[in-house]
Each structure stands twice: as C-alpha cells, then as structure tokens.
C-alpha cells in the first residue's frame, strides 16, 4: 500500500507564495491520480486539485493560482501555491483515490495565511 507524506507547509503572508510537496513510498509512475485536498478548521475536507495522467483539475477558488505537477523521478508530486489568501489557511493533504474511499489519511501540512 502506497504511503504519502505531505511537507513544505507554514506561514505566508497574503499574497505569498508556498510549494507543498507529496512524498510517496513507491514510485508514483503507476499511480493514475494524485489529488490534494485541503481541511479549514469547522470546515469539511474539500478537493483542491487532481493529477491524473497527464491532465489537471482545480477548484475554483484555486484556478490560475495554484499549480498541481508530478515529477516521477521523485515519486513526488507538488502543489504550487501563489496569490495565497487567508482563506486558504487549511491543513492540506495529498491522498489516492483508494486511500480516500477506504477514509485513509496522512498527517497533512499545515498552511496559515496571514499578516
């Protein structure tokens, strides 16, 4: 079973910028999609973006701010985030889509926009 570390996570002030960065324990060329998800506190888990393949899908409070790549080499796949605002203060997390339905999560990063 795959396991996925989230890191690079911290305090940004608005309008900054953070890569997070999601570590898997075996190579993630065979892992059709990543997705990252991002829990504010009071709030429910939501999608933030998925890499599947070779395409990409956001949100759309995160559309044409952040950036979902994957570098296989690395077996990490990475979330660019610019023009951070303070609702976009969560613990994110990476997750596979059997680990979700099976409610299977990592510790996620933390992020805190704010002045």
């Known amino acids: 079973q795959v396991q996925l570390v989230e890191s690079g996570g911290g305090l940004v002030q608005p309008g900054g910028s953070l890569r997070l960065s999601c570590a898997a324990s075996v190579s993630i060329f065979s892992i059709y999609a990543i997705t990252w998800y991002r829990q504010a506190p009071g709030k429910q888990r939501e999608l933030v973006a998925t890499i599947s393949g070779g395409s990409t899908s956001y949100a759309d409070s995160v559309k044409g701010r952040f950036t979902i790549s994957r570098d296989n080499a690395k077996n990490t796949v990475y979330l660019q985030m610019n023009s951070l605002k303070p609702e976009d203060t969560a613990v994110y997390y990476c997750?596979?889509?059997?680990?979700?339905?099976?409610?299977?999560w990592g510790q996620g990063t933390q992020v805190t926009v704010s002045s």
């Open positions: 997750n596979t889509p059997l680990a979700t339905m099976k409610g299977s």
